[in-house]
């Protein structure tokens, strides 16, 4: 008779569950993956499809939600957006009913407190450790606040649907019946009668279990600050201990060091020895074999176990070398402390702990088809946006991002076989897209001349430089050395188009990676990255094209191919497949994996041609391949990344503040800095200035062109550049980048050659950057900011 009753939903939070949904006359109700969420309810064809592709999203703040029937009920925004829901049961139709209405109430007050207050909603700045914490415990503040603000709803609720219970039972009452049909009226009214009473308990209860929290949190506040503070007294102290062993561990090697004559040898039998045990190839009969899937160009199917044992020690060692490369670091390392000539073994510097929070994004409201639906057919950076599209970041930064990974040119380093090298350098390739998969933000635009330098030789042994080099095109020129024996240099110009439903983002330009032991050089373009649902849905990010990676020394290449998304593959999202190539064109090993998680490898033994059935030019070529192993997995976002605009842990450093970096880095953009402080309004304002600055600087630098190119012109003004920000561009190539820039502007730390590579004009870096810095002298910098 009766059904079980549902649990009310936890208010506030995010409730999911499948629904039917009326699409058409003809396919009627359709079953579909609802989600409510920040006072949203969207919903998606299928669970899987919640990372990428929203089927529809309607606001709850100024909805309607009427019930039809026992299981049917209808939300309405007032008749642009209709849906007919129906769920499998009246229990399941009143615990929807219920959610929606409490995301309705929280979300027309979060509505009216954002008109109200606009921007003091901002978190603070988060300072060196003591902000940071402070803003945490503003944070649960305001979180407990709003868990308030829901009991309140709640008892609202309550109220209502209890007296509109009473009404409808006096109405029951009133009517003349007789027999067991009165009892039963009789029964139910005694029992809304008890429910009522237990109702006001338990909202009697919650308001004593709240005064009570009221009154205890100043303690439990001051509780929590002594905690941690006691905290950082103990890391002070483990600190100093640890400075201690090492000065103590450094000075006992000093004193008990062997002569090279004797050490040498030792070290040799100690690195080989690994490289001996790791050949036993006792289990690849089991292991050793693995079956891939099928993608578009080729098939990797498990090697018979003859090739195996007939070439197993060959093979083993090829994979210990590929699989040591974690211990021949702790080898060289080892070798390198116990010189007592080393420059480490003669003074110990401390490391520089970085910052691991920024203030959290503030929550802005802005419509954005109020500003792109001007912008369609229009490049992305020549037209003036508003920060609250962008991200605390330049895109000199977002390219030093390219460096997240670097430990996988460090292993690169240390291979002896060039194809081996070309995995890493292909593994590396691909991370640097890891870090995009879930930044919808634009990166600022940099200002020309603007630079960015990433000092990680102390932690990381390598030094990166970037500058703008040019404006129109806009082109950013990247310079990176490491003390492990590689050097990544590329210019990168992005082409972007907006095309109404999607972004199309065309980097331009090659990127080069040298390593010094072997002198191999390698080469290659990146891919089009591509932001859907610009307008309606929730927007995610797709990267797909062809990688031609080269090694201009050997030959060798590796062809990487990302996969487009489609609604209608079968196949993993964000798919990422390689095959590396001697200059024979004979493969060496299969690369598979995707581009937000991680990479593997699997060495080839034998390939042939697809079957006699298959249509001309559409066989596939069959891999027959050992066990895959991994190249590269992703690193996890750090905690409360989603709030932080999903930086990644290198990502959060860039922008900390750094003494004796240039005038012209980065970190002293004002306009970043007050997005980064949560100040957006001043920082819109800013932004402006720094672009009028820009036109102004540049008019003058083409009056000065004019003058020194034909003095009867003199009198002559350029053309308005302020024009610029509109003007509809033409379609982006590879020819018109080529073509040269047109700022009549030369870079200070950066010259443009032709590429001895590859016959293409490109900047190389000239050195002197690091040298300025170590002196302190910034005269020849342009003030740009």
């Known amino acids: 008779m009766s059904e079980p009753k549902a649990p009310i939903p936890a208010p506030g939070d995010t409730y999911k569950g499948w629904l039917f949904k009326w699409t058409n006359y003809i396919k009627g109700y359709q079953r579909r993956w609802f989600v409510l969420s920040n006072g949203l309810l969207s919903y998606y064809r299928t669970q899987a499809e919640m990372g990428h592709t929203c089927r529809g999203t309607i606001n709850l703040a100024t909805a309607n939600i009427a019930v039809e029937d026992s299981c049917n009920f209808v939300i309405s925004n007032g008749g642009t957006q209709t849906y007919h829901l129906k769920a499998s049961s009246e229990v399941e139709r009143q615990r929807w009913i219920t959610a929606l209405e409490l995301a309705k109430a929280k979300a027309f007050r979060m509505q009216a407190e954002s008109d109200d207050s606009g921007d003091e909603s901002s978190p603070p700045a988060a300072g060196q450790g003591g902000g940071s914490r402070n803003s945490e415990v503003q944070s649960t503040l305001r979180t407990l606040g709003s868990k308030v603000e829901d009991l309140s709803t709640c008892n609202d609720l309550i109220a209502k649907h209890g007296s509109a219970l009473q009404r409808s039972l006096s109405e029951l009452e009133g009517v003349r019946l007789e027999g067991q049909t009165s009892e039963k009226i009789r029964q139910v009214t005694e029992r809304a009668t008890l429910f009522r009473i237990t109702s006001n308990a338990m909202i009697n209860a919650c308001r004593d279990f709240l005064s009570l929290a009221q009154a205890h949190s100043k303690r439990w506040q001051k509780a929590l600050q002594a905690e941690r503070e006691q905290r950082v007294r103990l890391e002070e102290t483990l600190e100093q201990l640890a400075k201690q062993h090492n000065h103590l561990e450094r000075a006992f090697r000093g004193?008990?060091?062997?002569?090279?004559?004797?050490?040498?040898?030792?070290?040799?039998?100690?690195?080989?020895?690994?490289?001996?045990?790791?050949?036993?190839?006792?289990?690849?009969?089991?292991?050793?074999?693995?079956?891939?899937?099928?993608?578009?160009?080729?098939?990797?199917?498990?090697?018979?176990?003859?090739?195996?044992?007939?070439?197993?020690?060959?093979?083993?060692?090829i994979s210990s070398e590929m699989g040591m490369d974690d211990g021949t670091t702790s080898l060289d390392e080892q070798s390198v402390a116990s010189n007592p000539e080393s420059p480490q073994s003669q003074e110990v510097v401390p490391m520089r702990k970085r910052r691991s929070r920024i203030p959290d994004k503030p929550n802005y409201s802005l419509n954005l088809w109020s500003i792109m639906k001007n912008c369609i057919g229009k490049e992305l950076s020549k037209i003036p946006m508003p920060v609250n599209f962008n991200e605390p970041l330049s895109m000199l930064q977002r390219l030093s991002e390219d460096l997240?990974?670097?430990?996988?040119?460090?292993?690169?380093?240390?291979?002896?076989?060039?194809?081996?090298?070309?995995?890493?350098?292909?593994?590396?390739?691909?991370?640097?897209?890891?870090?995009?998969?879930?930044?919808?933000?634009?990166?600022?635009?940099?200002?020309?001349?603007?630079?960015?330098?990433?000092d990680r030789a102390q932690e990381s042994g390598y030094?990166?430089?970037?500058?703008?080099?040019?404006?129109?095109?806009?082109?950013?020129?990247?310079?990176?050395?490491?003390?492990?024996?590689?050097?990544?240099?590329?210019?990168?110009?992005?082409?972007?188009?907006?095309?109404?439903?999607?972004?199309?983002?065309?980097?331009?330009?090659?990127?080069?990676?040298?390593?010094?032991k072997s002198s191999n050089h390698y080469s290659w373009k990146k891919v089009t990255t591509t932001v859907h649902n610009i307008i309606v849905g929730k927007l995610w990010i797709d990267q797909s094209g062809e990688i031609d990676i080269v090694n201009h020394k050997t030959g060798d290449r590796c062809h990487l191919k990302f996969a487009p998304y489609s609604y209608f593959s079968r196949d993993v999202a964000r798919k990422?497949?390689?095959?590396?190539?001697?200059?024979?064109?004979?493969?060496?090993?299969?690369?598979?994996?995707?581009?937000?998680?991680?990479?593997?490898?699997?060495?080839?033994?034998?390939?042939?041609?697809?079957?006699?059935?298959?249509?001309?030019?559409?066989?596939?070529?069959?891999?027959?391949?050992?066990?895959?192993?991994?190249?590269?997995?992703?690193?996890?976002?750090?905690?409360?990344?989603?709030?932080?605009?999903?930086?990644?842990?290198l990502a959060l450093t860039l922008n900390e503040p750094e003494?004796?970096?240039?005038?012209?880095?980065?970190?002293?953009?004002?306009?970043?800095?007050?997005?980064?402080?949560?100040?957006?309004?001043?920082?819109?304002?800013?932004?402006?200035?720094?672009?009028?600055?820009?036109?102004?600087?540049?008019?003058?630098?083409?009056?000065?062109?004019?003058?020194?190119?034909?003095?009867?012109?003199?009198?002559?003004?350029?053309?308005?550049?302020?024009?610029?920000?509109?003007?509809?561009?033409?379609?982006?190539?590879?020819?018109?980048?080529?073509?040269?820039?047109?700022?009549?502007?030369?870079?200070?730390?950066?010259?443009?050659?032709?590429?001895?590579?590859?016959?293409?004009?490109?900047?190389?870096?000239?050195?002197?950057?690091?040298?300025?810095?170590?002196?302190?002298?910034w005269d020849s910098c342009p003030d740009i900011f």
């Open 255 to 317: 004193a008990t060091v062997l002569p090279p004559s004797q050490s040498n040898p030792a070290i040799d039998n100690k690195g080989s020895a690994p490289v001996k045990g790791d050949a036993s190839d006792e289990d690849d009969e089991n292991e050793f074999f693995d079956a891939c899937e099928d993608v578009q160009e080729f098939i990797t199917v498990p090697a018979d176990p003859k090739y195996h044992r007939r070439s197993g020690s060959n093979v083993s060692g």
């Open 404 to 454: 997240e990974y670097y430990e996988l040119l460090d292993r690169g380093a240390k291979c002896h076989n060039s194809l081996e090298q070309m995995c890493y350098v292909a593994a590396f390739t691909v991370s640097s897209y890891s870090t995009t998969v879930h930044r919808t933000g634009k990166p600022f635009n940099p200002l020309l001349g603007e630079t960015f330098e990433l």
């Open 463 to 516: 030094r990166s430089l970037c500058e703008q080099v040019s404006h129109h095109p806009p082109a950013a020129a990247h310079h990176a050395i490491s003390e492990r024996g590689w050097t990544l240099r590329q210019e990168i110009a992005l082409a972007s188009k907006f095309r109404g439903k999607y972004l199309s983002i065309m980097p331009l330009g090659s990127i080069h990676c040298i390593f010094e």
């Open 576 to 649: 990422v497949t390689g095959v590396v190539t001697d200059k024979d064109g004979k493969a060496h090993f299969v690369l598979s994996g995707t581009w937000d998680e991680k990479m593997e490898y699997s060495r080839v033994m034998q390939s042939t041609r697809g079957g006699e059935n298959g249509a001309e030019g559409r066989q596939k070529t069959v891999y027959q391949t050992l066990k895959a192993k991994e190249l590269w997995k992703k690193t996890p976002l750090p905690d409360g990344a989603e709030n932080m605009y999903y930086f990644s842990t």
């Open 659 to 777: 003494e004796g970096v240039a005038p012209t880095d980065s970190r002293r953009r004002p306009d970043q800095r007050m997005m980064e402080q949560g100040r957006w309004e001043e920082a819109n304002a800013e932004k402006q200035r720094l672009e009028e600055k820009q036109r102004t600087v540049r008019r003058e630098r083409e009056r000065e062109a004019n003058r020194s190119a034909s003095p009867s012109e003199e009198g002559k003004e350029p053309a308005a550049d302020a024009a610029e920000e509109v003007e509809i561009a033409s379609e982006p190539s590879e020819t018109t980048y080529k073509s040269g820039h047109q700022d009549n502007y030369k870079a200070m730390w950066f010259e443009r050659r032709v590429d001895p590579a590859t016959g293409e004009p490109t900047h190389i870096y000239t050195g002197g950057y690091w040298e300025a810095k170590d002196q302190g002298s």
